[in-house]
């Protein structure tokens, strides 16, 4: 057998396949290996190249098939799915893995270690319980206003809802329906309190984390979105620059044209929507504040755009600025007052 180079690894639940090279490209090996025998094949070979999809248990297993020597890239799904030939299965797919992880200009996503991972996954929890507590208090409103029961928008006026269903003496909902939307506040509750202890521990591991100290310099940078850059940005340098990097988070319009003409739509919304929305939500605190309302910059856009859209503008220049603190490790400088 010629000796094997790259390897695409098609990674599933329970069956893995494997389809490996050799230095001239010839197809050397096609197999499918149960999940408990992957390492055990790839500790018998020499080191060699090994591609993967960024997906479910990818970080995991690059960080698995480095100890055993191998050299180990992450492909963005989207980019390896433009090398699959025909119908799409597990042998097409590694294939079309293992023609990707050699190209010279692909793209590749950097392995996260273990603590890296676990700092993302808090982000990941904390994100869905703020889900579920929105679709919780959209049902609250939707089921009492049915009643003539309504409060301002904002989650801040949730709890006026609360105060409504726990007072003996409002009537206003029947019994039946008023017992059950008492369930509800109560897990309402409950997931807030979970939230309050997720915000602590991410603000504990903020303050032992650098990069994080020096995010949250910045204005609009607050313990959440500080920590989320920290944990979610390994390693700036696979970006060229700070506009590769807002634009690696769909914060910029999306070109569409041909013929040389072209036209720009919407932002592209692309990459990490957690991280994007993170930074539009600072961006508009920083809109809202004394220091928003006193940036000469800020004030120019106002006068001719929506504000939704300036926010966004915004957003897209504290990605930027992010990416130059979290690559030179410094904190922010803020630019001297033009007079």
Not at 37 to 56: H, N, R, S
Not at 116 to 139: D, F, P, Y
Not at 171 to 182: E, F, G
């Amino acid at each position: 057998m010629k000796q094997i180079t790259t390897i695409g690894l098609d990674l599933a639940k329970k069956v893995f396949q494997i389809h490996a090279v050799d230095a001239s490209g010839a197809v050397v090996l096609q197999r499918v290996l149960r999940r408990g025998k992957v390492q055990e094949f790839l500790a018998g070979l020499p080191p060699c190249l090994v591609g993967m999809e960024a997906c479910a248990t990818a970080h995991y297993w690059a960080r698995e098939l480095s100890k055993l020597g191998h050299e180990v890239r992450l492909i963005p799904p989207a980019y390896a799915k433009a090398y699959v030939r025909r119908n799409k299965n597990d042998a097409a797919d590694a294939a079309a893995i293992c023609e990707a992880v050699s190209r010279p200009n692909m793209r590749f996503v950097v392995a996260k270690t273990e603590a890296q991972q676990a700092a993302a996954g808090v982000h990941k929890t904390r994100e869905l319980l703020v889900k579920q507590s929105t679709m919780i208090i959209n049902h609250l409103r939707g089921m009492m206003a049915e009643f003539g029961i309504v409060v301002a928008e904002g989650r801040q006026h949730a709890a006026e809802l609360v105060a409504i269903l726990l007072d003996p003496a409002d009537t206003r909902i029947p019994a039946p329906l008023h017992q059950t939307l008492r369930v509800m506040a109560d897990l309402w509750a409950g997931i807030e309190r979970k939230l309050q202890g997720i915000d602590q521990q991410l603000l504990d591991w903020g303050r032992g984390n650098q990069t994080c100290r020096n995010l949250i310099t910045i204005p609009g940078y607050g313990p959440i979105l500080s920590s989320a850059m920290a944990a979610i940005v390994v390693d700036p340098s696979v970006f060229r620059s700070g506009r590769e990097f807002a634009a690696s988070l769909g914060l910029v319009p999306r070109h569409e044209g041909t013929g040389g003409h072209v036209k720009l739509g919407p932002i592209s919304k692309r990459g990490n929507g957690y991280l994007r929305r993170l930074l539009v939500n600072g961006a508009t605190s920083v809109l809202n504040s004394k220091r928003g309302k006193q940036d000469p910059w800020l004030r120019r856009l106002l006068e001719s755009k929506p504000r939704k859209l300036v926010a966004v503008a915004l957003a897209n220049k504290m990605a930027r600025i992010g990416w130059a603190i979290i690559t030179r490790q410094e904190n922010f400088r803020a630019a001297p007052a033009t007079v």
